[in-house]
């Protein structure tokens, strides 16, 4: 970047100033921000390197730490207080309240089974990892929600981009943690108590709603940003093959988890740099007489300095909306603005409701078990840390390459999302069938078929909701899609693969001549332990794929149509 602004004296103070004001008030530094944010938002997909140490701290069996993983999945995803409280609330309100609950729900746990506090019951670490992980739904509405409000052209990059840094966050974490507490594997709850909590308040009143004019070259921006990410994720992955196969001192590690952190930051070199064209332009145009001969001809002039941004509270309240439960019956053409009961009872969200709690309920109940798969079927430890983060390096491939192209071939082919939707849940179902029928070295790469396939889902979802129901209450049907989740997980996970992982389990022992005694962990081994529950998973899959088909077939002529051509109406207007 030139220098020569900033190099003349008193003057160049006040130009390094007000290029400093641009950078931290601009929309840009907004995305970066929420980044951040959504880079430490992952603790839940981490929950098979910390549920090891539930499970053996407090004596639990397969089918508690799965009821206690459904908590997970429910906090995780049952988003609506977040919503709600996002409708009527600037941004840094909701971020604020997922702070308390992130450092709560976590640091009870660590107190829990370091044994800091007496041994709670089963309902207690329910409660606690419930609120740690509803804390999550905070961080993504204040940051997502925001961004895709203020960038609602790019929508499927935005949400593409964001929710592939929560996919990267599990790896990003697991080196952070190694190099702040070696080995400790308890410590990592910890961890995950304090520092997204950190990394929110920092930001708190960065992220906020703004009237952003699309840029020529906006695309080009994302793409620059994608290819910092892109970047991390590559690095992250050789990382994570040489420490499963070489030894790692602590100082090893300190230094690897550095080089992330560089790699995080540098995402403002992109930033910094479309800032400063933009901040330059601004000084040309105050300095051209004629420029300012126009102005001042207007009848209300434009400031000369740099406006402030628009705060959240001044964008919720300058429209009254019409209220959310009126007319639940009578809802406005496809991707208008629906309010809330118009979208729940619309035909649409039903559909894409089934077809969520099916096809993420199913990826979920994998990525949960992946740990205690991979014991029952003998791989090593450290194959089994392999395949918890090659989940995350492939969850956020998943989110970053269905947000993008996602969006490309809608714009360019009219391919409609829902369509893609359906290919990426049919593909998960050849991991499911890998790991029923536990073919030899086959969990490599269902691991990350499962990784890929769980966070291709999450863009296209929440994309699909933003397009066939409106902005206006996006807050609020965001949480009601990714809500569906916790249903399939805890039909899935809970009452069928826990009961038959336990099921056969109870069966050994028995083979065995042996009793199970009260609080011993159970453990099952062999291919049967998860085979059942996996055909059961792809029959339910491959349901969802027909049912979402249905949902391709009736907003077709919707897809191809010019979806984005009344926000470019609202842009000119507003210009």
């Not at 981009?161 to 952070?176: F, N, P, R, Y």
């Not at 962990?521 to 085979?531: F, N």
Request: net charge positive; glycine share 10%.
């Amino acid at each position: 970047m030139p220098t020569g602004e900033f190099s003349s004296g008193g003057g160049g103070w006040r130009a390094l100033r007000s290029f400093t004001f641009q950078v931290l008030t601009g929309q840009w530094f907004m995305i970066f921000a929420s980044l951040l944010i959504m880079s430490m938002s992952g603790a839940t997909y981490m929950f098979g390197l910390y549920s090891g140490d539930i499970k053996s701290s407090l004596g639990y069996d397969q089918t508690t730490l799965n009821l206690i993983g459904f908590f997970k999945d429910l906090g995780g995803n049952i988003g609506i207080i977040s919503g709600l409280i996002n409708e009527i609330t600037p941004p840094w309100v909701v971020l604020s309240i997922g702070v308390i609950m992130n450092f709560f729900g976590y640091f009870m746990i660590w107190l829990a089974i370091t044994g800091r506090t007496a041994k709670p019951h089963v309902w207690q670490i329910c409660l606690y990892i419930c609120i740690g992980a509803n804390s999550q739904t905070f961080s993504s509405i204040g940051a997502l929600i925001t961004c895709v409000k203020n960038f609602q052209e790019s929508r499927g990059i935005v949400i593409g981009l964001l929710k592939g840094v929560v996919g990267l966050s599990g790896a990003i974490i697991t080196q952070l943690y190694h190099a702040f507490y070696g080995q400790d594997s308890k410590s990592l709850i910890l961890l995950i108590g304090w520092l997204p909590a950190a990394v929110s308040c920092i930001f708190l009143r960065t992220v906020r709603l703004m009237n952003v004019v699309r840029q020529e070259n906006e695309l080009k921006i994302f793409y620059g940003l994608l290819y910092v990410s892109l970047s991390l994720a590559g690095f992250l992955m050789i990382l994570i093959i040489l420490q499963n196969r070489l030894y790692f001192p602590r100082v090893a590690y300190a230094g690897s988890a550095s080089f992330v952190l560089i790699l995080l930051f540098s995402q403002l070199v992109v930033i910094i740099k479309e800032e400063f064209v933009v901040w330059k332009n601004k000084r040309l145009e105050l300095k051209d007489p004629l420029q300012l001969k126009v102005d001042s001809q207007l009848p209300n002039p434009p400031p000369l300095e740099e406006p402030r941004p628009t705060t959240g509270d001044q964008v919720k309240h300058q429209n009254p909306a019409d209220s959310w439960w009126s007319n639940p019956f009578k809802p406005p053409e496809r991707g208008e603005d629906y309010n809330v009961l118009q979208a729940i009872f619309s035909i649409d969200m039903i559909i894409l409701f089934t077809v969520i709690t099916f096809g993420i309920g199913g990826t979920l109940t994998a990525i949960d078990n992946l740990g205690q798969i991979g014991k029952s079927l003998g791989y090593p430890s450290k194959s089994i840390t392999t395949f918890v983060s090659l989940v995350s390096i492939w969850n956020y491939l998943g989110r970053v390459a269905s947000g993008f192209a996602s969006e490309i071939f809608l714009v360019k082919y009219k391919f409609p999302r829902p369509l893609m939707l359906t290919l990426v849940l049919l593909l998960s179902c050849a991991g499911y069938l890998l790991i029923a029928l536990g073919v030899p070295n086959s969990l490599y790469l269902s691991s990350v078929i499962m990784g890929f396939c769980f966070g291709a889902q999450w863009p296209l979802i929440f994309a699909i909701i933003s397009e066939l129901f409106g902005l206006k209450y996006y807050s609020t049907l965001y949480t009601l899609g990714g809500g569906a989740s916790p249903l399939g997980a805890y039909i899935l996970n809970v009452r069928i693969t826990g009961y038959l992982y336990d099921k056969e389990a109870m069966k050994q022992l028995a083979a065995n001549g042996l009793v199970r005694k009260e609080g011993q962990d159970l453990t099952c081994i062999g291919v049967e332990c998860y085979k059942l529950a996996f055909l059961i998973i792809m029959a339910a899959t491959l349901l969802a794929c027909v049912i979402s088909v249905i949902l391709v077939l009736r907003t077709r002529n919707f897809y191809r149509s010019d979806i984005y051509k009344k926000f470019r109406e609202q842009a000119n207007r507003q210009e």
